[in-house]
């Protein structure tokens, strides 16, 4: 049964993942789906980390105690700043465990 | 070094320097990603899994966050049918990535295409997406470098959490999902090289707090949909030039 999940998970991830790559899929991108698509990057990775950042027990907390908005904030300044990733990821990491 | 050689050399060289530049560009990601591949690798042990099957569902599914909610499910007994369409929901943001990286990959080799198809997690796209704004054209070497080495990291964090074997008591309160807030900011702060850009991450943002607020479970692809269709939108309207 553990074999069975596992196999048809990878499965279904495998097909999500590969679908679009597949030629002979007829599908054809118009000129704006594609500069819609060109988008995916930014709104996919905001849409994961919002409800972590902004989110706590179901209510949006807004508050100085809310360490992972005050990490956040800082992430944005450090990468905005030194567009250095693993720098951003560190010293925002620093700040978040040293707040919690 | 003869003549007659220079051209091949130069060209695996340049693959090569590629790939390395893939594993560089995700490195930071790779070691965000380390707590979790723990996590995985003690949660699957915890759930109940052999150290055999634990490993496979790292290298076979390679998917974290569907991973743990699965492992979630399988210890409270959870049936197939709910853990696939699970699945389902939490990757369904995949067909996004593969339908914008069509145009570049589809008309690669079908070895090529699988086996980057098998790589792209979140992290590789966002990579692949930096790295075709830099140079203008998607350099398969640099997303291959990019995916293996992020496969190899998430693999072997797996295994240390598979031998550490324990179970992490009170794991929300750890704060691990920062790692994963921390990377992706510094993935999406340098891609707000337009307006549009930052539109499209402001409707998104609203979107799926307004979601998360009414518990919407395909409030992620909601979210990320109308994001897109904003910044494409404001182009539009505004006149921006893409």
């Not at chain 2, 496979?56 to 049936?79: D, E, H, R, Y």
């Amino acid at each position: 049964m553990i074999w069975l999940t596992i196999v048809s998970m990878a499965a279904l991830v495998f097909i999500s993942r590969y679908l679009f790559l597949e030629p002979r899929l007829p599908l054809r991108l118009n000129d704006n789906l594609q500069k819609v698509l060109a988008y995916a990057a930014p709104a996919v990775l905001t849409a994961i980390i919002t409800p972590i950042v902004w989110i706590s027990d179901h209510q949006i907390s807004l508050s100085i105690d809310n360490s992972y908005l005050v990490g956040t904030i800082f992430a944005c300044l450090l990468a905005y700043f030194t567009r250095n990733t693993l720098l951003t990821v560190l010293a925002s990491m620093a700040l978040f465990f040293s707040l919690m | 070094m003869t003549a007659l050689t220079t051209p091949t050399s130069t060209i695996s060289n340049t693959n090569k320097s590629e790939f390395w530049q893939g594993c560089l560009a995700i490195l930071p990601l790779s070691i965000a990603v380390i707590p979790w591949g723990i996590l995985a690798g003690s949660l699957a042990i915890d759930a109940g899994l052999s150290p055999l099957e634990s490993q496979a569902m790292s290298a076979i599914v390679f998917a974290g966050a569907a991973q743990l909610v699965a492992l979630g499910m399988i210890k409270t007994g959870a049936g197939l049918l709910s853990i696939l369409m699970t699945t389902l929901l939490i990757t369904s943001r995949h067909f996004l990535y593969s339908m914008a990286l069509r145009t570049s990959v589809s008309e690669l080799s079908r070895a090529w295409r699988v086996l980057l198809g098998f790589l792209l997690t979140d992290e590789l796209f966002a990579i692949m997406s930096h790295g075709k704004t830099q140079c203008h054209h998607l350099s398969r070497w640099y997303a291959l470098g990019g995916g293996v080495s992020f496969y190899l990291c998430w693999n072997l964090s797996s295994l240390v959490g598979i031998v550490a074997g324990q179970t992490v008591d009170n794991i929300e309160q750890l704060g691990l999902d920062f790692a994963i807030v921390a990377t992706f900011i510094a993935l999406i702060v340098p891609m707000i090289k337009r307006k549009s850009v930052l539109v499209c991450i402001g409707i998104s943002l609203a979107s799926a707090l307004l979601c998360e607020l009414f518990k919407l479970s395909v409030g992620l692809l909601i979210s990320a949909l109308l994001g897109m269709i904003a910044g494409h939108v404001f182009t539009k309207i505004s006149g921006e030039y893409q």
